[in-house]
């Protein structure tokens, strides 16, 4: 796919180039060029994005433009391209080479260690709090003392003072973060201008895909691994920057141009995915937001047809109606898995499931448990990676008695308070538990799970991969285990096989690997990654999750005020421009069909209200659009009963309704500054600010679990925390 944008792109001058494509999918024309004058050679390309998926289309791509030399390209992600810079420098940054990496659960497990070793109740402050706290000051390149400086309250001072015990745990497992892939080696660049300069002449030109997601630690990987020629090139959408929750900064790609003094902006702006129509109604939503370059997309692909706008009376007619579209045009020869369901919570997945298996649609909802996530393969991994690192206690003490062996809690804390003592790893206290007299009773299980450890990391020294995890299964009893738990256990044996197969096809694609490398590649995989288009099914995810894949039918619900822009949106321009950001998102998933869907009435989170059409339909003109009513074709029998017993009592039941909400509106009196209270979803937090707005009040509230978050005091399932 090429046009005249990129082929000024192949003719720019090779020396300091500095370029921002908006939008568009044309990394590579620079490359070729690059790699045609002779000047670079392939390895001196570092070509780097987001998830394993998007690094090996990135890879095709180069393949497709370059030839055999796209082997020597570096292509990779940001946090597969620091594991490698880290383990070769490992001394330089601190740490050793082998290193351990802990996903989200692990390091979830960790802090709960650490609060329950300082007497902390979880209740208040969780481990999902203080983890979200760490994460954001990574992000920001800001240390455990740093924050400490800029505390402004005992809460900050504590959350500081986990950061430091969460840094130094993981430190003694010889482990590290996701986030901490980035920042060390941000560290280590900064620290060490001999390290900075070898990467200059390795890497000549730099590309970055999706840069409107960097957070600002990747931004300063990218500005350090930037050499004197200053030869790089970024491509993103300053209109799809829609992960600030994750830390990423729309300022990276709005002040491009400040940060690589003489750069240029290129738009690409010929889209080749979706119809007119689609990208004519997202240009007219997205043209509202302030803080953009400005773009308009624009296709030689035909006219297509007109966005349909469904209006239901209740979210069963949103289910009802999706449902019975892509039963027809299932019919009409359209595979189920062309078709997609974006919803802006997870919690508006349920009743698409619930029609879809009394329909008999097949499905998959992305975003639901991990395969990685399934404790028999976290099990199992959990014995490879204390194999491959002894110091890996929190992975030790996930196995030590699984299957059973008769090493109780109390002994396992023994050997975790001994160990800290010592300042050594669990496994060498376990190795030498005899002399300890607090191990005296526990003396034989532990001798045997150490001769056990020696056995399989005898096997992991002369066989393979998948011999070792063959001899991990079987050896430690964990198979038998299985097959003792019934047809349970046969789903989750079905689930280690699939885990074999991974293993085996890793062996094939990679024949020197080691098991650090198998495990690094492992924990670095994403849900995303094992997305495959060949499963015939319908896909449901969050919008969120949605961005870089493309459907010929997209059917968007829940577009209400308060659900899609949520409440803690509607007040701030900032988060509206996100919001809206994201619905263009999922407006340009779609190649051929799209459909906005809303509700007047909704029941989420057990309650149930009315929300006024979302602003996102408003903005795009009528004559754009085809409208829809719910109609009697897409109710069940039950359902058109339902509606005629509304008919009688409707006057009531408003009534009641207007009750509650008066009632509700009398909230103000019960929150204030300060108030600990409990939201039916969010958990536990703390009332920080209360604004009137209208008859309303706008909450802002700092919650234990996910952080700050804004509510509406008449909608938000709230309570005095009693």
Same mark, same amino acid.
């Given at each position: ?18 370029? #921002? ?61 620091? *594991? =490698? ?29 650490? #609060? ?14 203080? #983890? ?55 560290? /280590? ?26 957070? @600002? ?61 689609? /990208?004519?109604?997202?240009? =007219? ?97 959990? @014995? ?25 809690? =109390? ?79 046969? *789903? ?56 870089? #894949?493309?459907?010929?039918?997209? &059917? ?34 779609? =190649?051929?069909?799209? @459909? ?7 029941? /989420? ?28 074709? &897409? ?63 706008? /909450? ?23």
């Amino acid at each position: 796919e090429s046009n005249e944008i990129s082929e000024e792109i192949t003719d720019a001058d090779i020396d300091g180039l500095k370029e #921002l494509l908006i939008s568009g999918k044309e990394p590579t024309a620079g490359m070729k060029k690059f790699l045609k004058t002779g000047n670079i050679k392939p390895w001196n390309i570092l070509a780097i994005t987001f998830t394993n998926k998007a690094a090996d289309e990135l890879k095709k791509r180069i393949n497709d433009a370059v030839g055999a030399d796209s082997n020597e390209v570096f292509a990779s992600t940001f946090h597969s391209a620091c *594991v =490698r810079i880290l383990r070769r420098n490992s001394d330089a940054a601190g740490i050793s080479n082998n290193f351990e990496i802990y996903d989200t659960d692990d390091s979830q497990r960790v802090m709960k260690d650490i #609060l329950k070793s300082r007497g902390i109740d979880s209740k208040f402050i969780s481990p999902k709090a203080v #983890l979200s706290v760490i994460s954001r000051a990574k992000d920001e390149m800001i240390s455990p003392d740093d924050l400490r400086v800029t505390a402004s309250s005992a809460r900050d001072e504590l959350f500081a003072t986990l950061y430091h015990d969460y840094q130094l745990r993981l430190k003694n497992s010889n482990a590290l973060d996701f986030d901490d892939l980035i920042y060390f080696t941000v560290r /280590l660049l900064e620290n060490n201008p001999d390290i900075k300069s070898y990467y200059h002449n390795r890497f000549k030109y730099i590309h970055v895909d999706e840069y409107q997601d960097t957070s @600002y630690a990747q931004f300063r990987l990218i500005y350090l691994l930037t050499g004197k020629e200053g030869n790089i090139c970024v491509v993103g959408d300053d209109d799809q920057s829609i992960y600030k929750f994750r830390g990423a900064t729309i300022e990276n790609i709005l002040g491009f141009e400040n940060s690589f003094p003489g750069s240029r902006v290129m738009k690409l702006e010929q889209n080749y995915r979706s119809t007119s129509s689609i /990208l004519n109604a997202a240009n =007219r939503v997205i043209s509202n937001n302030v803080g953009r370059k400005g773009k308009v997309l624009w296709t030689d692909n035909e006219d297509g047809d007109l966005i349909t706008v469904y209006k239901g009376e209740r979210e069963n007619d949103e289910a009802a109606f999706i449902a019975s579209k892509i039963w027809e045009n299932n019919k009409k020869g359209i595979p189920y898995n062309s078709h997609a369901i974006l919803y802006r919570m997870n919690a508006q997945s349920k009743i698409f499931e619930n029609y879809f298996i009394r329909a008999g649609i097949p499905y998959v909802v992305m975003g639901s448990l991990r395969f990685l996530d399934r404790a028999e393969i976290k099990d199992v991994l959990a @014995y490879m990676s204390i194999i491959n690192n002894p110091h890996d206690d929190l992975r030790l003490k996930r196995i030590i008695n699984v299957p059973a062996r008769k090493i109780g809690l =109390r002994t396992v804390e023994n050997i975790e308070n001994i160990a800290s003592g010592l300042g050594i790893p669990m496994l060498e206290v376990i190795a030498n538990a005899s002399d300890f007299p607090m191990l005296e009773r526990s003396l034989k299980p532990l001798k045997e799970f150490y001769e056990l450890y020696e056995r399989l990391a005898e096997c992991a020294a002369d066989k393979s991969i998948s011999e070792l995890l063959t001899s991990v299964l079987e050896e430690t009893g964990y198979l038998n285990m299985l097959k003792a738990d019934g047809e349970k256990g046969q *789903v989750r044996i079905e689930n280690v096989g699939e885990l074999m197969s991974s293993v085996k096809i890793f062996e094939i694609e990679q024949p020197e690997a080691s098991l650090n490398d198998f495990l690094t590649d492992m924990f670095l995989a994403s849900d995303l990654d094992n997305y495959s288009e060949e499963n015939d099914a319908v896909v449901m995810m969050t919008l969120h999750n949605s961005k870089g #894949l493309e459907f010929d039918v997209v &059917f968007m619900p829940g577009m209400e005020e308060g659900i899609f822009p949520g409440d803690a949106s509607r007040y701030d321009e900032n988060e509206i421009e996100e919001e809206r950001r994201l619905c263009y998102v999922g407006m340009t998933r779609a =190649r051929k069909q799209l @459909y906005l869907i809303f509700a007047e009435m909704r029941m /989420l989170f057990g309650m149930t209200r009315r929300n006024p059409v979302s602003r996102f339909i408003e903005e795009i003109p009528e004559e754009m659009t085809n409208s829809i009513n719910t109609g009697e074709k &897409f109710l069940t029998a039950r359902q058109r009963r339902e509606r005629e017993e509304r008919k009688g009592p409707a006057v009531l039941k408003t009534a009641i309704t207007t009750q509650n909400i008066n009632k509700k509106r009398s909230t103000k009196k019960f929150f204030k500054d300060g108030d600990r209270i409990v939201h039916k979803v969010f958990g536990r937090g703390i009332v920080v600010k209360a604004t009137e707005i209208g008859d309303d009040i706008l /909450l802002e509230i700092d919650f234990d679990d996910v952080g700050k978050k804004k509510a509406m005091a008449n909608y938000a399932p709230i309570q005095l925390d009693k």
